[in-house]
């Protein structure tokens, strides 16, 4: 079983190098990173006291009318700063590895709540031997006042640490290219070629234009994901896509698509309709034995382009597992492009599942064959 | 029955199915076969293995509603049953893979075979050669480590009705009775009878269903509550006992004493 045993090694070689990407993924992937700073590690002590320290000194000198004076002062904040942020630096460490796993709220809850906590308990200790007769009011507001300081500290600190670890992350942009391309499923590409074989003989016209098909997207799948292409362009991509699909679904596969009022000349980055509408095969179509139809509805209200994506909520889980990465992917790339002026809403609405994408609308200028990387000051 | 070996072919997707069917007819001088049929769900699969006895299944692993490894599940829970003379049929299964590193790790640690998408014909000739020498219980040993290695549930009972396959889906089950050679499924709607074991329906699925008699499990959530009863039959009044009166249904099971002491846990 010579041919045999090599194709199942290829196979394992194939898996291993599939890992690869898919672990860059995780860690580059910003949303899914975890919050805590590991507060062990020298580089972040350093780079929490240091500056915090400093802050303290020039706050001193600024509010002072002498250097004796400057010290007092700065001795008297050193009290409540100094054992709270050893305290949370100490306490976030081993916190840490427990909260690192759970949602994202609770992390930010950890890394904002120690601070805020220790600091009150501080101010609570030091009131007393420093102010010892404020009113009970003045004392809630002298504790409270330290604990939201601290934890907004912790938040600046926090947001300036992971910003950290994304700029120096080992070539980043690459990482996220290769992110993108590990997209390409390979069960979709195995299974499309295993349908093209199946037609072959009985359907070799079909056959051709499948395989076209296929060699078409995969151009686009391995085209740099900055680059930006018109609507239209976008368009045939998810009509290949899904002439594959539907040879592998046949009849389980409806697609409605309402086109009369869009913009085809609008730009907007590959591949970013693609996988939503792979992600409704996947998670409507797929699980189903029944047939299932997908809406694609682009319009242009304004100055806006509006896609919106409509497919049926399957009765069980997906057949495998999705990576849950093409929502969070184009939502990703969105903001990276468009900042706060787009926009991808979704939600049940009876029993469909419905993805509405709503980008500014921006002609190209030039001729519509030659492809340009995003400007946005274009 | 000839010794062409029977084959029936599984896999939701049509060209799927046509490759299959291509391959093996390439095969067909050097393994003489019929293909008995063909099926896109397991529904279907599950009647086409009754009616057609079928002692080979080709399986493609991933299919909407329930995956291959289910669907072997299925069939190894039924292959035992039946009578002497006409044992229940218990197909030789190949699965056939697109793209699964945890379904394939799995099959790389026991028996059974697994093909990948696209399949080539020599090595589904091996596949179905390595088949035939394969003993069916070191098949069902195999189906039930992969079953576990997966971590597969069955998330369905399948009932064999007048020629039809019913797949009841296990959160409408509310209890499992045991009487003579069958074991009733009560559902809100109805009854049915399924030719299991009670001992490893409790195995399977004990997180759900709980052995309250000797003759009965019990769906957890399907519980309502508890009732002592003290039988007043003329002749010995027995001794007093509890029952089960639950949700959605009329009908009250009683409690065995073995079983209280485990049972009136769930009471608190």
Known sequence: MAPSDAKTADYKSQEASAEA????????????????????????????????????????????????????????????LEPVVLGSLLLLCPLRRLANGLPIRWQWATVLGVPGLLAIGAAIVVQRFAEPDLAMD?????????????????????GYFRLRARAFSPSFSEARLQALQ???????????????????????????TTLENLADLFRVFMRDARE??????????CKEYLAIEQLRLGERLQVVWQLDQMPGDALLPGLLLQPLIENAVHHGIEPSSETGTIEIVVSRPGERVRVEIVNPLAPTPPVRPGNQMALSNVRERLMLLYDMEAELKTGVDNGRFRVLLEFPYRKERRRRDVRRYFDPDR | MSDATSILIVDDEAPARARLREVLADLSPEFPHRIVGEAANAPEALAQIESQ??????????????????????ISARAGEGDQDDPKPMPLVIFVTAFDEFAVEAFEVNALDYLLKPVRAQRLLGALKRAQTLLPAEHLEAIDQ??????????????????RVILVPLEQVLYLKAELKYITVRTREREFLIEESLTSLEEEFKDRFVRIHRNALVARPSIAGFERVTPTGEGEAGDPYWQVVLREVPEKLPVSRRQWSIVKGLVS
């Open chain 1, 228 to 237: 930006l292409v018109p609507l239209d362009d976008e368009i045939v991509t």
């Open chain 1, 182 to 208: 590990a997209r390409i499923r390979p069960h979709f590409l195995f299974n499309s070629l295993n349908a093209v074989l199946g037609l072959m003989r009985s359907d070799p016209r079909r056959a051709e």
């Open chain 1, 138 to 158: 003045e004392i809630a507001w002298w504790v409270g006042s330290r604990g939201l300081v601290a934890a907004a500290a912790a938040w600046a600190f926090v």
């Open chain 2, 146 to 163: 992969l079953v576990k290695a997966t971590n597969t549930r069955r998330r369905h009972l399948s009932v064999h009705e007048r020629g």
């Open chain 1, 21 to 80: 990407p898919a672990r860059a993924r995780r860690q580059t992937e910003g949303g899914l990173a975890p919050i805590i700073p590991d507060t062990c590690n020298l580089g972040i002590v350093l780079r929490t006291l240091v500056p915090l320290n400093v802050l303290g000194i020039l706050i001193a000198f600024a509010s002072t009318a002498g250097p004796i004076e400057a010290a007092n002062r700065f001795l008297s904040m050193a009290v409540m």
């Open chain 2, 53 to 74: 006895r079928p002692q080979i299944v080709l399986m493609d692993v991933q299919m909407p509603g329930m995956t291959g490894i289910e669907l072997a599940r299925h």
